[in-house]
């Protein structure tokens, strides 16, 4: 009965091609602008790491005080002075702490030029915590920390361009002017949105391609890539020692609890550690503290660009509308075949027959449209950069899931706004209909 009313809803689709393009036009161009939108909204608004997004959580230590702090909200970062005084205290599982740093990579190759390469100065718990595949070697251990090791970690990316994409744990290179050993080199890995980096706006910038050690960079004064904020009432100083010891924040701190009952004891730690600075004298506040894991950090830093959400209530309302001239033309449609119905009605067929052969009829609608928004989609994937930034534009991408996801939304809706149509059609009499044919 089902390849039937595939057949007949064929069969009256193909008498009526002007209608049906109009239909199939409606839903593809409407499924074509959510699927856009709703992939570049997808790809900003993911869990970065959900296999442990409840176990990383970021520490935030108020040093500016209720006249200079975000509306009650502490900095989000850690001046140097708390950032290492969380590292010496070793409460949690694994820590870290890191920052930006862009350095000049000076070629084997004589002939060739230097050229700069963006990454971060952390610790040797950056790669456990954040479960940073590798291709060769591994991070660095916390006696290379201690140590101040010259050791470096490079991405699949940059051993490619310097190796050839052959083992070069071991080998060394030199980054301004200064020689470092390969220990490790990651798989492709830039979590999106780079959660761990939000306070120098790098969540979607270009990929990092090294590591070196947090307490190496100190030594070596390598100055931060990323933000340097000193707040309204904060200070720069007047040269690096008074700056690395002032309430300038620029460290991106990340802990590792296993259980809420560790949470719970980071967090009294916390406030034990801002209220020690209180009684010392370098704070005249009570303990302003935070710690949010991974979603709610990215929740409060507002991830997700403004204009992604906009767009895509927008594109839902542009459906929203398709839809409703796709019942307008169904119910047309439908109700000029109000004599077939009679006839078939008066032949035996139930409403339950003709609510079947409709709704097929629809379904097929709705999957020739689905056909053309994956087309469109397709398209308007390449236009995506005129409307956001390049580097979260790139971010969309037309997969197998998206293909899936349009084409089952537009047979759903489809189908749902020809409910009403189909309603109609069913009501129709076929002893009027009879009578007056």
Not at 93 to 99: D, S
Not at 108 to 120: D, I, L, T
Not at 211 to 232: H, K, S, V, W
Not at 353 to 382: C, K, N, P, S, W
């Amino acid at each position: 009965m089902f390849v039937h009313n595939l057949r007949l809803g064929a069969r009256s689709l193909r008498k009526n091609p002007v209608l049906t393009a109009l239909m199939v036009m409606a839903i593809g161009f409407g499924v074509a602008a959510s699927m856009i939108t709703y992939a570049v909204f997808r790809a900003v608004s993911g869990d970065p790491i959900p296999q442990k997004s409840g176990q990383l959580f970021a520490p935030q230590i108020d040093n500016r005080g209720p006249q200079y702090n975000n509306a009650g909200e502490p900095p989000d970062a850690l001046s140097y002075t708390d950032a290492v005084a969380l590292m010496k205290a070793r409460q949690a599982k694994r820590q870290t702490v890191l920052f930006a740093i862009r350095l000049s990579l000076m070629p084997e190759e004589s002939q060739k030029s230097a050229f700069k390469v963006p990454g971060y100065a952390a610790t040797g718990d950056f790669f456990p915590m954040f479960d940073v595949p590798f291709q060769y070697g591994s991070g660095w251990s916390t006696a290379d920390d201690d140590a101040r090791a010259p050791v470096i970690v490079i991405t699949r990316r940059l051993n490619q361009k310097l190796f050839g994409g052959a083992n070069s744990v071991g080998r060394e290179i030199v980054l301004d002017d200064q020689q470092y050993r390969i220990v490790g080199v990651t798989e492709d890995w830039d979590p999106k949105p780079r959660f761990f980096d939000m306070f120098s706006g790098n969540a979607y910038s270009e990929p990092s391609q090294i590591y070196i050690p947090f307490n190496r960079a100190m030594d070596l004064q390598i100055e931060t890539a990323g933000n340097n904020n000193c707040g309204g009432g904060g200070k720069r100083g007047d040269d690096r020692e008074g700056w690395l010891h002032g309430q300038c924040v620029w460290i991106s701190p990340w802990v590792e609890l296993d259980s809420a009952a560790e949470v719970e004891r980071y967090r009294q730690f916390l406030t034990s550690y801002a209220e020690d600075q209180r009684r010392a004298g370098r704070f005249d506040w009570a303990p302003n503290v935070r710690l949010r894991d991974v979603i709610g950090w990215l929740d409060y830093r507002h991830a997700v660009p403004p204009e992604s959400r906009i767009s895509l209530v927008v594109a839902i309302g542009f459906f929203v509308i398709c839809l409703v001239n796709t019942i307008g033309l169904l119910l047309a449609k439908f109700m000029r075949r109000a004599s077939e119905i009679g006839v078939r009605r008066a032949l035996g067929a139930s409403r339950g027959d003709i609510y079947r052969q409709f709704l097929a009829e629809a379904g097929m609608v709705g999957l020739a449209g689905g056909l053309l928004g994956v087309a469109l989609t397709g398209v308007g994937m390449l236009g995506v950069g005129l409307v956001f930034e390049p580097e979260i534009a790139h971010l969309a991408q037309l997969d197998v899931s998206l293909v899936t996801l349009s084409l089952l939304v537009a047979i759903a809706a489809t189908v749902l706004a020809a409910f009403y149509p189909t309603w109609r059609a069913a009501q129709v009499q076929p002893a009027w209909q009879l009578k007056s044919n």
